[in-house]
Every structure is written in structure tokens, then in C-alpha cells.
């Protein structure tokens, strides 16, 4: 059975940007500062090193409630036994991913426009991460979502939303009322002195 998920205030790691030495601190102080989902992102390590690190980073979430979505490796997310998978444009379709994970494996999809967006939920997701809704440093080649697209996408579905893509405290105040479901952070988190501060901030203007 699928669980209930907060999606507010998203977590995605990055390790090339947390002020602290590990991804399970950051993660941890995250969670002490209002993150109600984790999802972990990592490129360029390998299975081995992905794996170990998704158990360890889960031996935080888990005792806290916390859904812990794996970006893009669903082999990964099925071994660890994760609450989820997140997948792009580029990876393997919704469709396809279900019948991989079986139907209590929560599955995102990023959508850049309305017809991305449109495919997800015709594609069975659960939620849909829409973006990149500002120009952001961990994703310089992203393609940026007109607000006009956003507004239609919340208009037309019955979905959880989750923006993304420069989201912080000077941009989170723009989408009052459009009836979002969560804001997905990167840098205005893990990169802040004080990660649990700034997750405490991000958790009061939400």
C-alpha cells in the first residue's frame, strides 16, 4: 500500500553543494528543520557506492516517517525497499516503471510543460515535479516552465505538484494560491551554514 506523503517541503540532495561533509548530515539536519521528503540524487558514484549510501541515508528517513524517493535508478529504489522513484524525460516511461516496481512504489515524473505533464498522469504517477520554474545553478542547461503552463497544469489535474528549480525564499512567495502541493529545494537548503535553520525558514514561509 502506498503511503500518505507530505510532499511540502522536498528535499533533493546534492553533494557537490552541502556546507556539511555527508550526505546523511545534511539529510538529517533537513529533517530536524521541517523536510517532509528525501530524495536522493547521485550521478556519478557507482551501484556498490549508491546502494550503501541510499541504506544508510534511509536508516535516518525511515525512523522518521520520511518518504525516501531515489532519483532515476529504479534498480536502486527496489533494492533498498524505498518509498519511491523519481524519473525525467529522458529515463524509462511511468508506464513501463510501474510494471517494474509493482503499484506500491510511488513513482514522480518530471514535466517541463503542459504536454510532459499531461503523459505523466495519463502514464499512472503520483505526483508530477514541474520545472525548472527559475534559472537554478544545479541544472544550468534546464528548460524553464512558464507560470502560465503551471497555472493550466493545476487547473486540468488532480495531482500533486511539486515546482522546482530555483526555489527559495524569495521565490516561494510567488506561487501563493495556485494551489501547490510542495516545493522542491536544493541549494537553499544543503548549501545554507545552518541546513536545519534554513529548513526551518523554508517550512514557516510554506
Known amino acids: 500500500m502506498k503511503p500518505s506523503v507530505d510532499y511540502s517541503l522536498y528535499l533533493c540532495t546534492d553533494r557537490g553543494l552541502m556546507s556539511c561533509k555527508t550526505i546523511e548530515e545534511s539529510v538529517e539536519q533537513a529533517i530536524a528543520g521541517g523536510v ?8 556519478d558514484c557507482s551501484t556498490r557506492e549508491f546502494y550503501e549510501l541510499a541504506k544508510r541515508v ?14 532515476d535508478r529504479i534498480d536502486i529504489a527496489m533494492a533498498v525497499g524505498a518509498e519511491g522513484i523519481h524519473i525525467g524525460q529522458s529515463d524509462m516511461p511511468a508506464t513501463i516503471a510501474r510494471k517494474i516496481v509493482g503499484p506500491d512504489m510511488i513513482i514522480g515524473v518530471s514535466a517541463s510543460n503542459y504536454r ?8 499512472g504517477a503520483d505526483y508530477i515535479g514541474v520545472g525548472a520554474m527559475f534559472a537554478t545553478g544545479t541544472k544550468t542547461d534546464a ?5 502560465d503552463d503551471l497555472r493550466q497544469i493545476r487547473k486540468d489535474f488532480d495531482i500533486p505538484i511539486v515546482v522546482i528549480g530555483g526555489i527559495n525564499e524569495r521565490t516561494i512567495p510567488q506561487f501563493a494560491g495556485m494551489g501547490i502541493d510542495g516545493y522542491a529545494v536544493v541549494s537553499a537548503i544543503v548549501a545554507q551554514p545552518d541546513i536545519k535553520k534554513a529548513a526551518e525558514k523554508l517550512r514557516g514561509l510554506i
Open 58 to 71: 534511509q536508516q535516518i528517513t525511515r525512523p522518521n516517517r520520511i518518504p525516501l524517493i531515489i532519483n
Open 116 to 123: 510532459e505533464a499531461k503523459l505523466a498522469v495519463e502514464d
Open 36 to 43: 517532509s521528503v528525501v530524495q536522493l540524487r547521485e550521478k
Open 143 to 147: 528548460i524553464i516552465t512558464p507560470f
